[in-house]
């Protein structure tokens, strides 16, 4: 039987991404947020989660989309990486999903540009195709020794 992985679902437009369930801490709704002056165009502001401050860095500005339209609120997913919790700035969060490693393959052809840096890797499912989020590369600003550094 071929080894199974679970992946955190969810849209930035009509686009299908997953994240490794292992790395996702917890999901939230949108979130009141502290803008950061000349803070990274990424970085969307800082929330608060329970006393902890956690940088939001919107997906879809990260991955070079169009802004989310204003009437949509986005969804906080709230990620652990070797620095701490970040939480990625998502339109719609989907199911948790299991599937086969067997079935992985390497980025589309298609993807260009950051996109074709964040993204490890695809599912094709019945209806559309799962890209596959390199949580700890999306969370790497610039340059890829720098992280966001967390505000404690």
Do not use: W
Not at 4 to 19: I, M, N, S, V
Not at 87 to 107: C, K, N, T
Not at 123 to 150: A, F, H, S
């Amino acid at each position: 039987m071929a080894n199974e992985r679970q992946l955190c679902t969810f849209t930035l437009g009509d686009q299908y991404f997953g994240l490794d369930v292992l790395k996702v801490q917890e999901i939230i709704r949108a979130q009141e947020m502290t803008r950061v002056p000349l803070a990274h165009p990424v970085v969307r502001g800082l929330i608060n989660l329970r006393g902890q401050i956690v940088t939001a860095i919107d997906l879809r500005r990260r991955l070079d989309m169009p802004d989310r339209p204003s009437e949509l609120l986005p969804v906080n997913i709230v990620v652990q990486t070797d620095d701490g919790a970040v939480s990625l700035l998502v339109d719609e969060i989907g199911d948790v999903l299991e599937v086969s490693e067997s079935a992985f393959e390497r980025p589309p052809e298609t993807l260009r540009g950051t996109a074709r840096e964040l993204i490890l890797g695809a599912y094709k499912l019945k209806d559309r195709l799962l890209l596959v989020l390199d949580t700890e590369r999306t969370v790497t600003l610039t340059n890829p020794n720098t992280r966001l550094e967390r505000s404690e």
